[in-house]
């Protein structure tokens, strides 16, 4: 699955930035998708996951209520919206693809190229 992220930048607390990931795969309904972080100093660690059907959603306790998951099949598109974003969100933000419904960044085979995604106080 090759995977291209977008929709990053600098954005105050309380905002609101939409994050989106575009994939190509000549099957990609057999794939989980997610959305993964990692702030400096700190593990890559899973924001949201979905498969392609809307469903076996995940998310971090720390953006449950904030953040949604979304994926458009017709678009082959993966979208993360972030509402009442704080500091602590502030990181590089990938899209990754899985064969399995896992959590665990190990198991995601295909990763985007990032997006920074800063929040200021």
């Known amino acids: 699955v090759q995977l291209q992220a977008s929709g990053g930048g600098l954005v105050q607390t309380g905002g609101s930035l939409r994050l989106s990931c575009a994939a190509s795969?000549?099957?990609?309904?057999?794939?989980?998708m997610g959305w993964f972080r990692q702030a400096p100093g700190k593990e890559r660690d899973l924001v949201a996951r979905?498969?392609?059907?809307?469903?076996?959603?995940v998310y971090a306790d720390s953006v449950k209520g904030r953040f949604t998951i979304s994926v458009d099949n017709a678009k082959k598109m993966v979208y993360l919206q972030m509402n009442t974003l704080k500091p602590e969100d502030t990181a590089v933000y990938y899209c990754?693809?899985?064969?399995?419904?896992?959590?665990?960044?190990?198991?995601?085979?295909?990763w985007g190229q990032g997006t920074l995604v800063t929040v200021s106080s």
């Open positions: 990754a693809a899985a064969p399995i419904a896992s959590t665990r960044p190990a198991d995601f085979d295909s």
């Open positions: 795969a000549r099957t990609l309904s057999r794939y989980f």
């Open positions: 979905m498969d392609w059907s809307g469903g076996r959603t």
